[in-house]
Protein backbone atom coordinates (compact mmCIF):
# COMPACT_ATOMS: atom_id res chain seq x y z
CA UNK A 1 0.00 0.00 0.00
CA UNK A 2 1.46 3.40 -1.08
CA UNK A 3 0.50 6.28 1.54
CA UNK A 4 0.39 10.04 1.17
CA UNK A 5 -0.45 12.26 4.51
CA UNK A 6 -1.39 15.75 4.18
CA UNK A 7 -2.87 18.45 6.26
CA UNK A 8 -0.39 19.75 8.27
CA UNK A 9 0.48 23.31 8.53
CA UNK A 10 1.15 26.16 11.11
CA UNK A 11 -1.21 27.04 13.69
CA UNK A 12 -2.06 28.76 16.78
CA UNK A 13 -2.25 27.05 20.08
CA UNK A 14 -6.10 26.00 20.74
CA UNK A 15 -6.86 25.15 16.40
CA UNK A 16 -7.30 22.67 14.68
CA UNK A 17 -5.86 20.62 12.22
CA UNK A 18 -6.95 17.53 9.73
CA UNK A 19 -4.66 15.33 8.72
CA UNK A 20 -5.57 13.29 5.69
CA UNK A 21 -3.82 9.62 4.48
CA UNK A 22 -4.73 8.68 0.90
CA UNK A 23 -3.62 5.06 -0.30
CA UNK A 24 -3.33 3.31 -3.01
CA UNK A 25 -4.53 -0.46 -3.38
CA UNK A 26 -7.88 -2.20 -3.61
CA UNK A 27 -7.55 -3.95 -0.63
CA UNK A 28 -6.75 -1.23 1.94
CA UNK A 29 -9.85 -0.99 3.90
CA UNK A 30 -8.92 -4.27 5.43
CA UNK A 31 -5.37 -2.75 6.62
CA UNK A 32 -5.17 -1.52 10.22
CA UNK A 33 -3.43 2.88 9.39
CA UNK A 34 -2.11 3.70 12.23
CA UNK A 35 -0.91 7.26 12.83
CA UNK A 36 2.89 8.54 14.52
CA UNK A 37 4.75 11.57 15.28
CA UNK A 38 8.02 12.78 15.70
CA UNK A 39 8.98 15.84 17.41
CA UNK A 40 12.70 17.49 16.49
CA UNK A 41 14.91 15.84 18.74
CA UNK A 42 12.36 12.79 19.91
CA UNK A 43 11.84 9.72 19.00
CA UNK A 44 8.79 8.51 16.86
CA UNK A 45 5.43 8.22 18.89
CA UNK A 46 2.45 6.58 17.99
CA UNK A 47 -0.60 8.11 18.32
CA UNK A 48 -3.73 6.39 17.05
CA UNK A 49 -4.89 3.47 15.51
CA UNK A 50 -7.85 2.32 13.25
CA UNK A 51 -8.70 -1.04 12.48
CA UNK A 52 -10.63 -1.77 8.77
CA UNK A 53 -13.98 -2.15 10.76
CA UNK A 54 -13.44 1.35 12.59
CA UNK A 55 -12.06 0.42 15.87
CA UNK A 56 -10.09 2.67 17.19
CA UNK A 57 -6.79 3.13 19.81
CA UNK A 58 -5.58 6.55 21.23
CA UNK A 59 -2.72 7.06 23.22
CA UNK A 60 -3.14 8.19 26.46
CA UNK A 61 -1.16 11.71 26.05
CA UNK A 62 -4.09 12.27 22.89
CA UNK A 63 -7.02 11.32 24.03
CA UNK A 64 -10.00 13.86 23.89
CA UNK A 65 -8.51 15.93 21.70
CA UNK A 66 -7.26 13.59 18.41
CA UNK A 67 -9.91 11.79 16.65
CA UNK A 68 -9.06 9.06 14.02
CA UNK A 69 -11.88 8.14 11.04
CA UNK A 70 -11.89 6.14 7.82
CA UNK A 71 -13.86 6.76 4.69
CA UNK A 72 -13.01 3.42 3.16
CA UNK A 73 -14.76 4.84 -0.14
CA UNK A 74 -12.03 7.48 -0.49
CA UNK A 75 -9.54 5.15 0.50
CA UNK A 76 -8.61 7.82 2.98
CA UNK A 77 -8.21 8.03 6.51
CA UNK A 78 -7.99 11.26 8.95
CA UNK A 79 -7.02 12.66 11.85
CA UNK A 80 -8.81 15.19 13.87
CA UNK A 81 -6.71 17.37 15.93
CA UNK A 82 -8.27 19.96 18.28
CA UNK A 83 -6.95 22.01 20.98
CA UNK A 84 -3.70 21.90 19.74
CA UNK A 85 -0.51 22.86 22.18
CA UNK A 86 3.04 23.42 21.20
CA UNK A 87 3.73 20.37 22.38
CA UNK A 88 2.15 18.73 19.15
CA UNK A 89 4.38 20.10 17.60
CA UNK A 90 5.90 17.82 14.80
CA UNK A 91 5.99 15.78 11.59
CA UNK A 92 3.28 13.40 11.54
CA UNK A 93 3.16 10.00 9.74
CA UNK A 94 0.84 7.65 8.49
CA UNK A 95 1.69 3.89 8.42
CA UNK A 96 -0.70 0.57 7.70
CA UNK A 97 -0.69 -3.06 8.15
CA UNK A 98 -2.61 -5.83 7.80
CA UNK A 99 -1.98 -6.80 10.97
CA UNK A 100 0.34 -4.47 12.74
CA UNK A 101 1.81 -7.02 15.93
CA UNK A 102 2.05 -4.27 18.30
CA UNK A 103 0.06 -1.18 17.50
CA UNK A 104 3.03 0.86 19.47
CA UNK A 105 5.59 -0.09 17.92
CA UNK A 106 6.39 1.32 14.65
CA UNK A 107 8.67 -1.57 13.68
CA UNK A 108 5.30 -3.38 13.42
CA UNK A 109 3.93 -1.15 10.48
CA UNK A 110 4.84 -1.85 6.96
CA UNK A 111 4.01 1.26 4.85
CA UNK A 112 4.31 4.22 5.94
CA UNK A 113 4.19 7.81 4.08
CA UNK A 114 6.36 10.47 3.71
CA UNK A 115 4.93 12.78 6.89
CA UNK A 116 3.18 16.08 6.75
CA UNK A 117 4.22 18.80 9.27
CA UNK A 118 2.22 20.19 12.09
CA UNK A 119 3.81 23.46 13.54
CA UNK A 120 2.25 24.83 16.49
CA UNK A 121 3.06 28.29 17.95
CA UNK A 122 2.26 29.39 21.67
Known amino acids: VQLQASGGGLVHAGGSLRLSCAASGRTFSSYFVGWFRQAPGKEREFVAV???????YYADSVKGRFTISRDNAKNTVYLQINSLKPEDTAVYYC?????????????????WGQGTQVTVSS
Open 50 to 56: ISGVGST
Open 95 to 111: AADEQPRRFSDGRSWHD
